[in-house]
């Protein structure tokens, strides 16, 4: 279906309420549509966006962060903790939406954004690279990284196949790189003390563990092999 001559006018999604305002005879613009610029961003990929304060910002002697995917869930779990580690410094971003881009430099303190992660890769001052996109694009993305010569930090899973894994692994060793996947459970502090109970007991390999992460009486039960 053809929609284009549905539309009588698109407005730029910044405008806001601008481009929703009724019409000389009252009639609500119901034709109007919202443009997140996705073409804009394609002609466009290369260009990076600044904050005001890029140049105080640079030669902090901090380590340069670059994060790729700026979802709900960066900005809600790692960036508060990447924001209270003293030896960070929020350098990059890089996500599909130019919104997101805008809101990680102009409120969440980032120094500059991008919609091509390969500008972010090739930016000298990124030494720690981020990764938080959809499932399926950590293993290219990882592996950019790596012949890129950053640190990686790529969340769950680390690749979509064990081939891909195996690949990630071979190439993290020849290029002597430092990658890390974020089972961030490992290192809960329910974790940490459970992991301390079922060594007290004496537990082995073979123990099964199961737990209720959302429980409000979240209780862990071990079970013995034997």
Known sequence: MQVKPLIDKTHPIASGRAGLRFDSNGAAAYRRFADYGREEQAASAG???????????????????????????FRGVLLPALKE??????????????????????KDGFQRGTTN????????????????TRHDQHFEIARDAILASKAV??????????????????LVEKNNALLTVGFNRRFSPHSVALKQ??????GS???AISS????PAARALVT???
């Open 85 to 106: 580690h003293s030896g960070f410094h929020l350098h990059a971003v890089c996500a599909r939406n130019p919104l997101s881009v805008r809101v990680a430099v102009e």
């Open 212 to 215: 209720q992460r959302w429980s």
């Open 47 to 73: 260009h990076w966006y600044l904050g005001k304060r890029e140049q105080s910002r640079t030669g902090t002697g901090k380590i340069g962060v670059g994060v790729i995917g700026y979802g709900g869930y």
């Open 205 to 207: 390999q073979d123990d």
């Open 117 to 132: 992660y390969q500008e972010l890769l090739d930016d000298a001052s990124v030494r720690l690279v981020y990764i938080a």
């Open 224 to 226: 013995r092999s034997d």
């Open 153 to 170: 930090f790529v969340e769950k899973p680390m690749t979509m196949t064990a081939q891909q894994g195996r690949e990630l692994c071979e």
């Open 197 to 202: 109970a079922v060594d007290a007991i004496g």
